[in-house]
C-alpha cells in the first residue's frame, strides 16, 4: 500500500529521502522516522522541517534541476536543517516562518550550484544560511530564542552509556534521549555498517572531547559527537580500510570540532553547527585522493 503510494505522489517520497539524506541515507523509511524523532522534540521544529524539505524539492523541481538527484533527496537535507535550526534558535514568529521558506529554497540553488560543479560540499548551504541569518537576527531584531535552546538536558541514569546515541540526536538538533534512539535506528534499517561506524564515531568523539577537558554536560548531551557521526557514516563501508578512513575522518573533524569550540570562533553566528564535519570530511577527501591511485579508487 505505501509503495503504491509513494508511486502516486513520488514529491512526498522525494521529501522523505530529503530527510534522510541528513544523514546521507537515500531512504524514506529513514527520513519517516527522523521526522518522528523531531516531532517528539518539537512540533514546531516537525512543521518547519517538512515545510523547509518541501520548499527545497519544490524549488529544484520547478528549477528543473537533475531529476535522478531530486528523487534521490539531494535537495532537500540542507533546506531540511534550515528549517530545523531556525526553529531551534528562534520562536517562530511571522518572519521566522518567512526565512524558513527564503533559506529553503536559497539552499537548494546553493546546493545545486556545488553540485554541478561536482564539488562535494555536504551541508555546507545550511551553515551558510543559518550563519548569516542567525547574525541579522541577533543584531537587527529582537526574536526571542525558543524554548528548546534554554532547555535543560533530560536527566536521565546511566547518561553516560547514552552519550554516543545522543551524538545522533543533535544532528537535527534534538536533545532527547529517545529521538537520538530513533535516529540511530533510523540509519540502521538503511544501513547497518553506517549507523555502526557512526555509534563509534559519536563514541571515540566524546572520548577524545573528554581527555581535552571539554564540558562533560555538552558531552553527554552528544554536542561533541554529531559532526564524528556524520564523518563517520561518509566513510563507512565493508572493507578493512574503510575503518581506518573512518578513524582519521573523525580525528580531523573532532581536532576541528574542539578548536572552534575552545576558542568561541563562531559563537556570534550560532556555533561550529557541521562545519567540522564538512572541513573534517573533505580534508580527509582530499588526503585520500593524494594517498590512493585514481585506479585503486
Known sequence: MMKTIFEKFPFIDNILKGMGQIMLQE????????????????WQGGIAILLATSVGTFTAMKLDYDKSEINAGLYGFSAALVGVALSFFFQTTILIWGLIVLGAALASSIQHFFISKKI????????????????????????????????????????????????FGEVIFQGGVFSGIIFFIAVFISSPVAALYGLAGSLLGAYISYMDGESLEGIHIGLFGFNAVLSAI?????????????????????GIDDFLIDNNVLTEVGGVLTFPFVAGTCLTLLIQKICIPKKQN
Open 27 to 42: 531512504n524514506r523509511w529513514t527520513g519517516l522516522l527522523f521526522l518522528i524523532g523531531i516531532f517528539m522534540g518539537s
Open 120 to 167: 562535494p560540499v555536504f551541508t555546507f548551504p545550511f551553515i551558510f544560511i543559518i550563519w548569516i541569518s542567525v547574525y541579522l537576527l541577533h543584531h537587527f531584531t529582537q526574536i526571542p530564542p525558543s524554548e528548546m535552546i534554554s532547555a535543560k538536558p533530560e536527566n536521565v541514569p546511566y547518561g553516560e552509556f547514552l552519550t554516543p546515541i545522543n551524538g
Open 234 to 254: 561518509v566513510f563507512s563501508g565493508l572493507r578493512k580500510t574503510d575503518g581506518l578512513w573512518v578513524l582519521i575522518a573523525v580525528l580531523i573533524t573532532v
